[in-house]
């Protein structure tokens, strides 16, 4: 049976999300906003949040929340647990997920390369794509012996953890890497024992050899190695990554794990139309 191992803590990736996805004031909507904070409150738990607690997560009275609350759950969008009065996700976003899913070509074009290299390394497998200064992962493959969850589908994570986000800001220009060093807030929170010039020599070295290997940055005993994907004009499209436990990574077999990830980001280019 697969092993599942947990991933970080969903909400360290929001302030980040949230920096680098700002709006005008004057583009925004004030109630589809809330609206959004309420679905983005229920994502992270899986028991479910009282009008209460979904009223202090989101900064608002409980009058508000509960008015918010009852026309999710209408649209479909939330449910509401009878018997506890907590609410849920609803089963409609299963939905707008798989739409999505549908319309990315990318996914179409990699997941079958994406399950061949997971059955060969035998590790989880990922996919993901730039968007601020992060990845959002679109497509996860479980491991067939263990279950990485340090990222799952749909999740955002900075560009300085996980293999695939670091192998994505290997490929940005030398100023917007300073940039995100200088200007991004939650970098300085999140960034571990890692120092900025940490990131610079670790950028070079990916940018040498041409993968990324991230170890326990995000779950301890976990590791990780990625690569970017380009399209036939050198542009980046995406970023594939495999992960699993720390010892998969040692000497011995990390040349055969990096030659695998290479080898698929090239099968995936040739694909691309």
Not at 29 to 58: C, F, M, N, S
Request: negative net charge.
């Amino acid at each position: 049976m697969a092993t599942a191992i947990s991933n970080w803590s969903a909400p360290m990736a929001g302030g980040y999300e949230r920096e680098n996805s700002r709006r005008s004031e004057g583009s925004r909507i004030a109630v589809i906003e809330k609206a959004v904070r309420v679905l983005d409150a229920l994502l992270p738990v899986t028991e479910g949040l009282t009008p209460t607690e979904v009223a202090e997560a989101i900064g608002t009275n409980r009058s508000t929340a509960f008015r918010l609350l009852t026309s999710l759950e209408a649209a479909g969008l939330l449910a509401r647990e009878a018997s506890t009065g907590r609410y849920h996700l609803g089963m409609k976003l299963l939905q707008y997920g798989a739409a999505v899913r549908n319309g990315m070509s990318i996914i179409r074009v990699a997941e079958p390369i994406l399950s061949n290299l997971r059955d060969q390394v035998r590790q989880s497998v990922l996919l993901a794509i730039r968007e601020g200064f992060g990845a959002r992962c679109l497509f996860r493959l479980p491991g067939p012996e263990v279950d990485v969850l340090s990222w799952t589908t749909g999740e955002w994570l900075p560009m300085h953890m996980g293999a695939a986000p670091q192998a994505l800001m290997s490929a940005l220009s030398d100023n917007e890497i300073e940039h995100y060093l200088a200007h991004n807030k939650d970098w300085h929170t999140l960034r571990g024992d890692r120092t900025a010039e940490d990131i610079r020599e670790g950028i070079a070295m990916i940018r040498e050899r041409g993968w990324a290997l991230n170890r326990a940055s995000i779950t301890k005993g976990v590791a990780s190695l990625g690569a970017v994907v380009r399209d036939r004009s050198g542009a980046v499209v995406c970023a594939i990554s495999v992960a699993g436990l720390e010892h998969h990574y040692d000497d011995t077999q990390l040349e055969r794990t990096a030659t695998a990830v290479l080898e698929a980001t090239r099968e995936i280019s040739e694909r691309l139309e």
